[in-house]
């Protein structure tokens, strides 16, 4: 039964981001055609502030649903309640501190943006965002309960339904007004209605949240979130820095067109790399169930196989962004908006090294793992500010993102090798590296050598250039990790009967 809502979950995942890439590229190039490139800069900055302001959840939704397992293992309504009540109160606290913290920026704006010549105060622009970032926890903490039970793909229809109104609405505002304040607004609606539905839908079928009597969690479990919020604390800075801060260093550094172009890139990157992690982030419910019975035979196996999926499918996009996203971007939004191949290669370098965090981000979230490396991000985010302070002043805007691969290593030399592999896992150290090391070689010869077909065949038509392209890359890529790598691990036997399994019976 794990094993089908984990396939339902991943499923309803895909499909979603499928959607959101499609809406998102269209409203996009609206924005861009309709306002100009610099409006889309803007979107791109004002959202990184957020992502900062994001640092007061402190990883209160992972720990809440790492307690929320057992319980609804055990089928315990009354500590099922006490959680979800905590969380409740936590999130309205979260709430007002992003809202009254959000508003003290405001004056600093006009320091991390270069030549600002928008028709519309900062201000105004930037306390829609703000609104929006609100109203994203206000009710949202009803999400947890579905994470926790399997049940995501409930939220991600919700989802779907949210993002079809909200960038088809404001496509038809955008196109009727050219109003950028209620293109804005239509986003903060769209927004507080979908957290609504959901919070009702919630109600509805776990009816005792509402019934029982929310007594005190219990001091065990208060200790325990403490700990684990002390150190999800640290890991919600070293995430900012490393992820969050790239937009603020671009506008900064190299003004807001340049923010423009990166950020298609960014939609395109970013929405691969949600596809393919979505696939194996639906299973972290399943995962955590796992770890509670303490079977590490079992662990080992799920991990294995969840290791190869992942490296297929990070191998495979990979080299589809590098050989891909060039011609994609010329179609859609014009040659004046391409970066250079320098820069597209650091890009797909830093999209691999992330792509290959999932499994062990699964596992580390799953088992509750936030204390004891709290002080990784801060090193990795110091050494990632410097280096990308430093890589800009010489390479531009490739420089942003070789600080990022730079202090990427820090986890892949510590967290997971120690903490994940060892620990919790037991698997030995020397096979990891091998792992990496053999998996990283790969994707390198796939890249290099989809590159050297895809220029071989230079064609007048974009669409068929672009289509020659990604058949080129998808063939390439999945060709050699079969033959130099899967193909010879008893590991994928099992996932592919467990894919037949998957699609051709009815239950697992």
């Not at 990157?269 to 079992?298: F, M, P, Y």
């Amino acid at each position: 039964m794990k094993t089908r809502k984990t396939f339902y979950n991943a499923i309803v995942s895909i499909c979603y981001y499928f959607l959101t890439i499609i809406l998102g590229i269209f409203n996009r190039k609206i924005v861009i055609d309709v306002l100009g490139i610099e409006y889309q800069g803007i979107n791109g900055l004002f959202n990184n502030i957020m992502s900062m302001l994001s640092i007061a959840e402190l990883g209160i939704g992972i720990s809440m649903i790492y307690h929320l397992y057992l319980p609804l293992e055990n089928k315990n309504l009354s500590t099922i309640r006490s959680l979800m009540n905590f969380y409740k109160k936590c999130y309205i606290i979260i709430a007002g501190i992003i809202f009254s913290t959000g508003i003290l920026i405001i004056p600093g704006l006009k320091y991390i943006i270069q030549n600002y010549a928008l028709p519309y105060s900062l201000s105004e622009v930037y306390i829609w965002f703000l609104l929006d970032s609100v109203c994203s926890y206000l009710f949202s903490y009803k999400r947890s309960i579905l994470i926790a039970d399997q049940k995501n793909y409930v939220i991600i229809l919700c989802d779907i339904l949210y993002q079809l109104i909200s960038k088809i609405g404001q496509i038809i505002i955008l196109l009727y007004s050219h109003s950028f304040i209620l293109y804005l607004s239509v986003m903060v609606i769209s927004r507080l209605v979908n957290n609504l539905f959901i919070s009702f839908l919630v109600n509805r079928q776990y009816p005792y949240l509402k019934t029982l009597k929310a007594c005190p969690i219990s001091s065990d479990i208060y200790k325990d979130i403490k700990q684990k919020v002390k150190g999800s604390f640290f890991h919600k800075i070293g995430g900012f820095v490393v992820l969050g801060t790239d937009n603020i260093l671009i506008s900064k550094f190299l003004g807001l067109e340049t923010v423009g172009i990166y950020s298609n890139y960014f939609l395109i990157i970013n929405s691969i790399k949600s596809i393919c992690s979505q696939i194996l982030t639906s299973s972290t419910a399943s995962v955590g169930h796992l770890l509670t019975e303490k079977n590490n035979k079992k662990a080992q196996e799920i991990f294995s196989e969840l290791y190869i999926v992942n490296s297929l499918l990070v191998n495979c996009a990979t080299t589809v962004i590098y050989c891909v996203i060039t011609p994609f971007i010329r179609l859609l939004f014009g040659k004046q908006y391409i970066i250079s191949e320098f820069t597209l290669f650091i890009l797909s370098l830093n999209f691999y090294i992330m792509g290959m965090r999932t499994v062990y981000s699964i596992f580390k979230e799953a088992g509750g793992i936030l204390y004891e490396d709290r002080f990784i991000p801060i090193i990795e985010s110091t050494i990632n500010f410097i280096a990308s302070l430093i890589f800009l002043h010489y390479f531009k805007l490739a420089g942003v993102f070789m600080g990022t691969i730079l202090s990427s290593t820090l986890l892949f030399g510590y967290t997971y090798p120690y903490l994940i592999c060892k620990k919790l896992l037991k698997i030995s150290i020397v096979k990891y590296w091998k792992e990496l090391l053999w998996n990283g070689i790969i994707t390198l010869i796939s890249m290099i050598f989809s590159k050297i077909l895809c220029n071989y065949m230079n064609l007048n038509n974009i669409i068929y250039q672009v289509s020659y392209n990604l058949f080129v890359s998808i063939f390439v890529s999945n060709i050699l990790f079969l033959f130099l790598y899967a193909y010879w691990k008893p590991e994928t036997k099992n996932v592919i009967i467990k894919c037949k399994l998957l699609f051709f019976h009815h239950s697992n």
